[in-house]
């Protein structure tokens, strides 16, 4: 059993950046890590993702360039740093955890957090 605790998330300016990190109890290293998000009124979507090694990551469209998906395995911890943000970017962040063949694909996922609030304003 794999618990998931995000934290970092806070209110920023446009422009700005944050780290967000997702602690797990339980062991990691063979899972595939995701970082997902909701913004009010939408549905959950896909912002990143890394294979159980570090070497493969994957983002969102509109994250890619300004956001940086990491892991310490040592550590049992994913982290997303994002840089220039941008007032769309306001969401609930949750990381998750699993074996997903498709990383974008949400059902995939076998844990997840309770996430962690990004709120991007002027």
């Known amino acids: 059993q794999v618990q998931l605790v995000e934290s970092g998330g806070e209110l920023v300016q446009i422009g700005g950046s944050l780290r967000l990190s997702c602690a797990a109890s339980g062991r990691i290293s063979e899972h595939a890590l995701g970082w997902w998000r909701r913004a009010a009124g939408k549905e959950r979507e896909f912002v990143a993702a890394i294979n159980w090694r570090g070497s493969i990551r994957n983002y969102a469209d509109s994250v890619k360039g300004r956001f940086t998906i990491s892991r310490d395995n040592a550590k049992n911890t994913v982290y997303l740093q994002m840089n220039s943000l941008k007032p769309e970017d306001t969401a609930v962040y949750y990381c998750?955890?699993?074996?997903?063949?498709?990383?974008?694909?949400?059902?995939?996922?076998?844990?997840w957090g309770q996430g962690t609030q990004v709120t991007v304003s002027s």
């Open positions: 998750a955890a699993g074996w997903p063949r498709n990383p974008n694909r949400e059902s995939e996922y076998v844990y």
